[in-house]
């Protein structure tokens, strides 16, 4: 089981580049009309009108005209989550309810995600939210037969020591810090525990007294 995480990408930069490239085509048939009117061409009117009525831009809330101010880039802050792990209905409801800043919500597909975010909250700090919730492990993801296993084997031999930390990681890798006592060698290698779970994801089991 790979590492939890999501890719993202700026939905407005999409956005901008795109009616950019329209403005500038608009230009360039504008440039192109008044050389014909100069040498005194018949325009192309039917291409000309056509390129007016693909004056919009395909959003994932709808489409909207380039030059709308309550399309979704003017509105929000938009960025695509890419994800490693199915979107679920339960997922949808932890972005819908329970992080603050997420005024808009699609979800795309089985991996993909769309937000808008409001002026008054910064994006980072709704990112880092997403992630500190999204991101995390069950004991039932990172469990199969084989760590359980392993798992219990540990817990056996630690069960008359009063500290102890066991990291499981979906990987499979179990690792453990133990003390008599609530030491700075003991807080050393739990340290040394969260860092790994930072890195590779999975869950930290502890004894009743931390």
Known sequence: MAHKKIIWTSWNAVAEEYISSIYSDMNAMEEEFQE????????????MFDKVAANVIHTPWGVYPVDSMFKPSDRWDCWIGSTN???TNGIKNTLRN???????LRVLGRYTFVIGVP?????KEVRKDI????????EQEVMNEETQATVNLVKEQLKNKNYWSILVAPTGKVDYVVSDSLDQKY????NELVELKQLLGGIILR????
């Open 98 to 104: 329970d992080v603050e800043g997420i005024e808009a």
């Open 119 to 123: 002026i008054a909250f910064e994006f």
């Open 131 to 138: 992630e500190k919730m999204l991101c995390v492990y069950t």
């Open 36 to 47: 014909m009117m100069q040498n005194q061409e018949m325009p192309p009117l039917i291409p």
């Open 207 to 210: 004894g009743d007294n931390g």
């Open 187 to 190: 807080l050393d290698g739990l």
């Open 85 to 87: 792990f199915s979107i």
